[in-house]
């Protein structure tokens, strides 16, 4: 009986699911912000789901919140200094967003071979996939001239495309830890209100974007897989 149930055990199939939470920071690129600047990054929570659909191929869906913000005294000219442009301007946003988004990873190491319990179980990865998003943005002007034109507010459901990369890490058996950055690019110019201004004062032709950027903790469920020899007889499995 004993060699049966070791036979048993080599024979199943594992499939694994995780749960977790991740904390980090979100960030936001358009008119206000040419460049990623890590200086207006904002906080930002996210909740997960993960199963593997294969030893390098796993899917997640998230949820993810945060915040938004950017100054145009933050853009350096090539002097050091404001640039002028936005000196002149003197833009402000500030907001949140709300994300939903479905993404296919591409996992480079076996993260669940753990036959050697004392190795170090870890594997880089790739993701991509689709978001529908909620962002609800205000944009002000310190500059009393443009204050009509530029000072406005409101919100905007689109869709995005997620894509980063990250690499985990088992604590142990249950436990995984993750780093992870990516960007989220959008298809609209209106995240910051400014795209029907005046070609003078600000690019028409550049989309939007935002990010997220974090550290995960989640949970892992073990479900084991019976063959259908062993599904019929289950006292081989004693």
């Not at 036959?115 to 909620?134: C, E, I, V, W």
Request: net charge positive.
């Amino acid at each position: 009986m004993g060699s049966a149930s070791f036979f048993a055990t080599s024979a199943l199939a594992q499939h694994t699911s995780e749960i977790g939470v991740g904390v980090g920071a979100t960030n936001y690129k358009g008119e206000i912000s040419p460049q990623l600047q890590w200086r207006n990054s904002r906080p930002a929570l996210t909740i997960f789901y993960r199963r593997d659909v294969s030893v390098p191929v796993t899917l997640r869906a998230s949820l993810t919140t945060g915040f938004l913000r950017a100054t145009d005294a933050n853009v350096e000219g090539v002097n050091g200094g404001i640039a002028p442009l936005p000196s002149y301007r003197q833009l402000h946003l500030s907001g949140g967003l709300v994300e939903a988004a479905g993404v296919v990873e591409y996992n480079f190491l076996d993260y669940h071979a753990r036959k050697d319990q004392h190795r170090f179980h870890f594997s880089p990865y790739l993701f991509a996939g689709l978001g529908l998003y909620y962002v609800s943005t205000t944009v002000t002007s310190d500059n009393a001239a443009l204050q009509a034109d530029f000072n406005r507010n409101g919100a905007r459901v689109g869709i995005a495309i997620p894509a980063g990369a990250g690499l985990k890490f088992a604590l142990n058996e249950y436990f995984n830890l993750g780093l992870e950055a990516g960007v989220r690019k959008t298809f609209t110019d209106q995240l910051d209100h400014t795209s029907d201004q005046t070609p003078l004062l600000v690019n028409s032709h550049d989309q939007d974007w935002y990010y997220y950027s974090g550290v995960s903790l989640s949970y892992t469920f073990y479900k084991i897989l019976c063959p259908t020899p062993y599904n019929k007889n289950k006292r081989l499995l004693k």
